[in-house]
């Protein structure tokens, strides 16, 4: 965003030839200054500090002075990515024009509360306006590709800890599930979850330290008790359930489905 009014100021008049945007506003003083202000703005707007969850804002910051000072005409030490790859992640997370807009409005009244001429303040918000489509853009569909080859969904749906919770979830709703919960009468269910878990860390693509047997041989006693494609259905509806109802993106969803779909024949002896 700073980038576009970095452009705005960095030309034009022949005093801007004569000193940098950077030497004009106050050098060092000045960048840190409008960055901290505008971050927070920023953080205290709920339609978009949700963005900075987890986020290191004294790296960020440091980020974002840094590339102002290099922008602004100072010396040169940002070392950060494009507009459109900075923030392809947040687009994944569903940054929108609705977002934008309410960044652009932080910015106008960040350099509002700095004093900058209001005919500035609209020539600047134009050019930032002009990054709208960068900003937006999000991975380009190779970089999608390539990204979920690289990453298993054990990995994307949130590692160990969205396996465990998802299994804990997955027996609650099996157990209470009057189509299939006559197969765990008897059963310690501590063991089976750790057993679950350990399979399910292995079958999505995680570290493998599941020791248990192979699907066949591991429900033949249950096939024996009438164990059948009905059954298989509801565990499949459970598991779907238990991955929406932890928020599980619906691509993410399909694949889990697609991996617990190809043991069907193992599990059921055929």
Do not use: C, W
């Not at 987890?54 to 950060?80: C, E, H, I, R, W």
């Not at 940054?95 to 409005?105: I, T």
């Amino acid at each position: 965003m700073f980038s576009a009014i970095a452009r705005f100021f960095s030309g034009g008049s022949s005093e801007s030839k004569q000193a940098s945007l950077y030497e004009r506003i106050g050098g060092d003083a000045a960048v840190n200054a409008a960055v901290d202000v505008f971050y927070r703005k920023v953080l205290a707007d709920d339609r978009i500090n949700q963005f900075f969850e987890g986020v290191d804002m004294d790296k960020q910051s440091a980020k974002q002075k840094a590339f102002l000072t290099m922008a602004f005409g100072g010396p040169n030490n940002y070392t950060g990515e494009d507009m459109r790859k900075g923030h392809a992640h947040l687009v994944e997370k569903g940054l929108n024009n609705s977002h934008f807009d309410a960044v652009m409005e932080n910015l106008g009244a960040t350099l509002t509360e700095l004093g900058v001429p209001a005919e500035l303040i609209g020539e600047a918000a134009a050019i930032a306006e002009s990054t709208r489509a960068d900003v937006l853009a999000g991975f380009t569909a190779e970089e999608k590709a390539a990204q979920a080859n690289k990453d298993s969904v054990y990995e994307r749906i949130g590692g160990e800890a969205a396996v465990n919770a998802a299994v804990d979830i997955f027996y609650r709703k099996v157990l209470a599930d009057e189509r299939i919960n006559k197969f765990f009468e008897g059963v310690d269910m501590d063991k089976q979850a750790a057993k679950q878990k350990a399979f399910l860390t292995m079958a999505l693509g995680g570290p493998n330290n599941y020791t248990g047997e192979d699907m066949r041989k591991g429900h033949a006693h249950l096939v024996k008790q009438g164990l059948n494609d009905s059954h298989f259905d509801a565990v499949m509806e459970n598991l779907g359930a238990t991955l929406a109802e932890l928020n599980v993106p619906d691509e993410l969803i399909a694949e889990a489905a697609a991996i617990a779909e190809s043991t069907r024949n193992d599990v059921l002896g055929k």
